[in-house]
């Protein structure tokens, strides 16, 4: 059964949440049981260029380990950003 996780990401998603964010997703990669994260994006209102990246570092780290990463709930400017920057070549949304 594939064990899935989620992490939450918060309303404003910049530079100021890179230590968080990388904490959280670094935890959820050493799992051994997990083939699976989902960036919950439901509260996200903001992201900036730096988000962006930290997106593409957790998504480069998970493929390298085989686990699959999906966006989920993104919308409005979140999904608009998202989508300019055609991230739907790197992740599932959902």
């Known amino acids: 059964m594939s064990e899935v996780r989620v992490l939450h990401v918060p309303q404003r ?3 100021s949440q ?9 935890a959820m990669l050493e799992e051994k049981l997990c083939q699976k994260i989902i960036m919950d994006f439901s509260r ?4 900036d260029s730096s988000a962006l990246g930290m997106m593409v ?3 480069k780290k998970a493929k390298a380990q085989n686990i699959d990463v999906s966006v989920k709930g993104a919308k ?6 998202l989508l300019i920057a055609n991230f739907e070549k ?3 949304f959902e």
């Open 13 to 15: 998603f910049d530079f």
């Open 18 to 26: 890179h230590k968080t964010f990388t904490e959280q997703y670094s």
């Open 90 to 92: 790197l992740f599932e």
């Open 57 to 59: 570092l957790l998504n």
């Open 76 to 81: 409005d400017n979140a999904r608009d950003i």
């Open 44 to 47: 996200t209102e903001y992201l």
